[in-house]
Every structure is written in structure tokens, then in C-alpha cells.
């Protein structure tokens, strides 16, 4: 395989990523309004905060998975064209040990961020 090769197989691995991206972003922005619904109401039923918080609880799951099968695209593919000697393998192979690279350690921070701020809505009030 070439290394163009390669790198659009990559690139198209990314494309199906990113739909997946953009559903994780809509269901968390549901799981806050559901949240923020729950902690509106003056008495809310246990089952409401119960049934909101395993919703919020998978779509983080769901979400932190979705960005550690982004970040093994590019650490397969990253791996493929170092082991082929391509330049641009060298230049991606940097990114990798960063922690803001997708599935890094400060996405994965930020995904148990969303899922503590959600939970702390249903049940923590003033």
C-alpha cells in the first residue's frame, strides 16, 4: 500500500468517526436538557433521576468510546506509515504521545467532566 493509500483509507476511517462525533454531541446536549428538566422541577420523581442519570452515564460511555476508536484509527494507521518509513508517519507519530490527541488523556478527562456536571444536576440542588 502507498502511503496516499494510506492516508485516505485513514481519512475516511475519520469521516464515519465524526458522524458518530456529532450524534455523541446531540445526545449529551439532550442529556443536559434532561437534566436541567429534572432539576426544575420542585419535587422530582426518584424514577426521573434514576432513568436520567443511566441515560447520561451511557452516553458518556458511549462518547469516551467513540473518541478511544478515533484515537486507534490514528495509532494503526500513524503505525502503517512509520513502518513503511513515509515522512509524514515521523510527523504524525509526534502527535500521538500528546495529551490533547483524540481518545488522549484530556478528552478522556473531559468526557468524566460532562458525566459529573450531568449527574450533579439531578441530584444536587441549592
Known amino acids: 500500500m502507498t502511503e496516499y493509500q494510506i492516508l485516505n483509507l485513514m481519512y475516511i476511517a475519520f469521516i464515519s468517526n465524526s458522524m458518530y462525533f456529532v450524534a455523541m454531541v446531540l445526545l449529551t446536549w439532550l442529556g443536559f436538557r434532561m437534566a436541567n428538566n429534572v432539576r426544575s422541577l420542585e419535587n422530582p420523581p426518584?424514577?426521573?433521576?434514576?432513568?436520567?442519570?443511566?441515560?447520561?452515564?451511557?452516553?458518556?460511555?458511549?462518547?469516551?468510546?467513540?473518541?478511544?476508536?478515533?484515537?486507534?484509527?490514528?495509532?494503526?494507521?500513524?503505525?502503517?506509515?512509520?513502518?513503511?518509513?513515509?515522512?509524514?508517519?515521523?510527523?504524525?507519530?509526534?502527535?500521538?504521545?500528546?495529551?490533547?490527541?483524540?481518545?488522549?488523556?484530556?478528552?478522556?478527562?473531559?468526557?468524566?467532566f460532562i458525566v459529573i456536571f450531568q449527574l450533579l444536576l439531578v441530584w444536587v440542588k441549592d
Open 46 to 112: 426518584m424514577i426521573g433521576k434514576i432513568m436520567t442519570s443511566i441515560y447520561c452515564l451511557f452516553v458518556g460511555f458511549f462518547f469516551f468510546n467513540t473518541s478511544q476508536i478515533g484515537g486507534g484509527i490514528l495509532g494503526s494507521y500513524v503505525g502503517q506509515l512509520v513502518d513503511m518509513g513515509a515522512a509524514s508517519g515521523d510527523r504524525l507519530s509526534v502527535l500521538i504521545d500528546t495529551p490533547g490527541i483524540i481518545g488522549g488523556s484530556l478528552q478522556t478527562a473531559f468526557h468524566a
